[in-house]
């Protein structure tokens, strides 16, 4: 699943030992989504 995603330059986040809170937060940060823009 790596080299299809790294073929199709899809980045891969790790969330081992991670809340979904915090792999959220990390998804948001990457995208440079502000959480103001989900309520």
Do not use: C, N
């Amino acid at each position: 699943a790596e080299q299809i995603y790294a073929k199709h330059k899809i980045p891969i986040i790790t969330s081992a030992g991670k809340s979904i809170e915090e792999t959220a937060t990390q998804v948001m940060q990457e995208l440079g989504i502000s959480k103001k823009y989900l309520l």
